[in-house]
């Protein structure tokens, strides 16, 4: 892991940019979990997975989940990310994990068709959007609107009946209110799955607890 504070953007603006990801996975080619990992998602996700379900993981970077997933039996899992960099990254190392994919793509704009999935998974990426929100209490016209995009995708690409894990550090009275758009008609549940005994990190949103929630969305 290259040295943290090298890493830091000046702004937090950056976290929503491709130019800033790239050059972190240039310099950051090993395995990283911005939030916590599989082993302590497990409890939540895997009794609501099936091993036979398709699986997307948007905003995939280079967390380490997926290979874990894959290698406990969930073999059907599609990973994307905006960088190309980290897309090659992943891909070369898991190579030996043959049925899972790598492809470069925006998650605002995804070239899936409608119902290509039955999960998806999304872990902290619009959290690294939303770093640059000035107040906890009202979010920019042009960040809600990245939400919106990315949400209605999901929202898109799921099958009937579909499930969405959200996995975030937000307060749930700050992000329940983006899932419930009638647009999305998704069924909300929220659950609190560990706690951060350390200080939060300097890209927590501003309205982060010390605590990590995951939104289920059921369309």
Known sequence: MADEDALMPKDNKAYATQEYWDARYVRDAGVYEWFKGWAMIKPVLHP???????ILNVGCGNSG?????????????????FSPVVICNMLE????RANMKWMEMDMMAM???????????EKGTLDAILTAQESAWEIEDELAEKVHRTLSEISRVLKPGGKFFQITFDQPHFRKPLLMKHDYQWDIEMETIGSFLSPLPDSAPPNALSSFSTSLGTV
């Open 93 to 96: 190392r898991n190579r030996a």
């Open 111 to 121: 070239t899936f068709p409608d119902s290509s999935f039955d999960v998806v998974i």
């Open 48 to 54: 609501r997975l099936a091993s036979t379900e398709s």
């Open 65 to 81: 989940m997926s290979e874990e997933m894959y290698d406990e039996g969930f073999e059907n899992i599609t990973n994307i990310d």
